[in-house]
């Protein structure tokens, strides 16, 4: 074998079809690379790299996978952001002639999976396209083919990269496609992608007749009219490039009801949560650990079907902005808050309910097996049982979905008569079907039984003639049926006996009889499987026929879990149901932070947030560690989750409907996109003074904290101005600048806030209540204390605050003084540092334990007694 062999011939040719792709060769019972190809899969899935020819000048590197256990290596390439091109052997390489024909079969790509066991269950799996005319004119198609969502939507003018920005955080892409260079760049930036990997740009976008066409083709004439795409090119374009790209790949469905129908969608029909909202927030990924623990959505996630998983992610990442539907979603939760025990008999229901969704995509690929027909037999089941449960309820939304959960006996029965109960994963050695479903198959399948018995009255029948007594019949893979005699007993073999295989202690005859009757059972075992297995693609087919009515069911059981979800979270911490005030009054009694109440080491303090006409830019200054961040996000929390149709933490809600929410955090590092921190502070800033409306909510974490105080201290109360006097947006603001708080009274709608504490002592306890008016001390130095900076840091720490406390004073007041600090520096800890003089001095390895022992307790003996005298000192 050399390069110029017919095998290595036939590969390049595949290859240079497919040159960004990994192509794995199906060589007998292995996939194949060679080249480049081999030294990347060797390296990426840890397996050998060897060598096709390895004595020549020039060996071909090689690297190879058993097929039957490729899924898992293809998993990890694709986990990788490889893209695979499958090719494979597609005649009997015994019966060819010549070189074995080989065919692509299947092109796997980061964005196109439909394998439930490479896919994470509670997230969409999205291919994204972004085509661009200008830079303020995108277009975006998202699709999920493992589901069969097809979106897309498209921007423009001012700000219009900045939505598509927020889309593409909001779907995450496994796989992303571009229009240009310009975007593709605008795109690895926003999702901080390197070189290579997961983005490239499209080969072919088509003009507006072809997207016409390609989209008129996918789905009906009327598409194109009744989303009046004429209208909306970009979008129009952004769809057809992806289906023109799966055409590609031969990962299209033809005439297929798969991507059921296009989704023409825009942001601003939604609550608007922009990426650095949903990222400050924690809506669906937590900062600390980047992954959905931690996170609210994890919180509320009580789904217990995929499908409801999938959806309820997508209720929070576009909550509502109509009242009505809202309502809607909030009785039907409610109902089933107050019915504990029809809720749990629909949890238990739903539980074994599959990934329908996912189901039907791979029906539509063609990529199911018996055992998926079995499953979807059992959660038909359950749907029926499921549809006659949930008519107990009065909710509209509830009624609703019963009564859009289509009647499956028909189908079930179907699947039920023609399955034995539990398949065999293959579908090429039969066994597949009941007695009764098809009676050529049952004839066969008799023949096949009815052999063994003739076989054994052969074997009677030769040993009584041949009268050797251990005469037996066998049967083995390569010779299939013989009759083995002993060595001792060759002499009384008949003549007629054939040999056919020589053991140790054995010889191997057949018969013409035997012969005979080996074909007639084999014959049969093969015709049976051959028929089963068309059977088995008609039986397919059939259940592809109720594609349409088995999504339609999947997407209401998705409903039906997100709302049992809800109500289960809300009874298990206590929520209450939001109400929204025709006016635009934001009052809520003991709020909480769904996510810090639950995770948090104390006990949670609530707090009550009260916004109106005379106060909507509250102020809230107060030591670091008190609880503002805290609490002005769970007011932005509250809405949202209020929005999408959830209770509250809470133990009254009365809300408005916001349009936006937006939460800015000063100083966020994010170096990973290469600008400074300040200048993101900015223009995250900037984004809200230009887009936030009276109908907003703005959280404003500390901005201006990136830059010099005197900078951050004017651009901070510049921005509350604008917000005061133009927006008027409800807005809560945390800040260590006290100067700030100077503004109530003279800005309309500001009103200062703090956050109790008390000091014991050298110590500060957080009472984690919100009172108004201003904080009085910075705490910052006991703060240090508590977080285990050693003392001879802390006391130096006071005295520079001293000293700069004192400049300031003899200044005139010129130096910006933050917040008053602690007015007197509490510089008596020479007493303390005699004690760590004492621990220093101990030989740890002279001195016996119980010597150890007395002088801890001597240290703590005197350390107790400076406390004491402090208290003393200090008014309580
Ligand atoms: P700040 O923004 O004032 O620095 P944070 O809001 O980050 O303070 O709160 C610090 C910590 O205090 C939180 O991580 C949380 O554990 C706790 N905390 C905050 N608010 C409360 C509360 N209302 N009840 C109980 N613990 C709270």
Partial sequence: MNRTSPMMKQYQAIKEQHPDKLLMFQVGDFYELFFEDARVA????????????????????????????????????LGKGYKIVLCEQVEDAGQARGLVKREITRILTPGTITDPEMLEESRNNYLVTVVDRGSDYYGLAAVDISTGDFQVTEQKGEGAWENIADELYRLQPSELLCGSPETEQLCRKQLALKQGGLIEQLTYIPEQQDAKKLIQGQWDDHTWENLDLEQYPLAASAGAATLAYLQLLQQLPVGDKHFRRLNLYFTNRNMIIDNVTSRNLELTRSLREGGKKGSLLDLIDRCVTAMGRRLLRRRLELPLIKKKTIEKRLDAVEELLHKPLQRKELRNLLADVFDLERFCSRLSYQRINARDLAALKKTLAQIEMLEYKCREFDAPLLKEITGSIPDFKDLHSLIDTALVEDPPLSLKDGGLFKSGYNEEVDRLKNLSEESNTLLLDFEKKERERSRIKSLRIGYNRNFGYYI?????????????????????????????????????????????????????????????????????????????????????????????????????????????????????????????????????LLVITGPNMAGKSTYIRSAALLSIMAQMGSFVPGSEAKLPVLDRVFARVGASDDLSRGQSTFMVEMQETASILKEATPDSLIILDEIGRGTSTYDGMSIARSVLEYISSDIKAKTLFSTHYHELTNLEGDLPGVKNYTIAVKEKGRQVIFLRQLIPGKADKSYGI?????????????????????????????????????????????????????????LKEVDVNRITPLEALEKIYELQKQLLEYEREDAGKEPD
Avoid at 512 to 538: C, D, N, P, S, V
Avoid at 783 to 809: D, M
């Fill in 782 to 838: 006991n703060v240090a204390r508590l977080a285990g900076v050693p003392l001879e840091v802390l006391i130096r720490a006071e005295k520079i605050l001293y000293e700069l406390e004192n400049a300031a004073s003899t200044a005139g007041g010129h130096q910006l003084s933050l917040l008053p600090m602690v007015s007197e520096p509490v510089s008596d800890y020479s007493r303390e540092l005699d004690v760590v003089e004492q």
């Fill in 484 to 616: 083995e005699v002993t060595k001792t007993n060759l002499s009384l073999v008949p003549p007629e006996y054939h040999r056919k295989q020589t053991l140790v202690n054995a010889e191997r005859f057949t018969t013409e009889e035997l012969q005979r009757m080996e074909e007639q059972i084999t014959g049969a075992r093969e015709k049976q499987a051959a028929l089963e297995y068309t059977l088995f693609e008609e039986l397919r087919s059939t259940v592809g026929t109720y594609t349409e009515q088995l999504l339609s069911a999947s997407h209401n059981l998705a409903r039906l879990d997100c709302t049992q979800g809800l109500a289960e979270v809300a009874e298990r911490h206590g929520y209450c149901r939001p109400v929204f005030s025709s006016g635009k009054n934001m009052i809520v009694k003991q709020a909480r932070h769904p996510v810090v109440e639950q995770t948090g080491f104390e006990r949670f303090v609530p707090n009550d947030i009260h916004m109106d006409r005379s106060q909507y």
């Fill in 42 to 77: 060797a390296r990426e899935m840890d397996i050998a790299l060897t060598s096709r020819d390895a004595g020549s000048e020039d060996p071909i590197p090689l690297a190879g996978v058993p097929i039957h256990s490729a899924e898992a290596y293809l998993n990890r390439l």
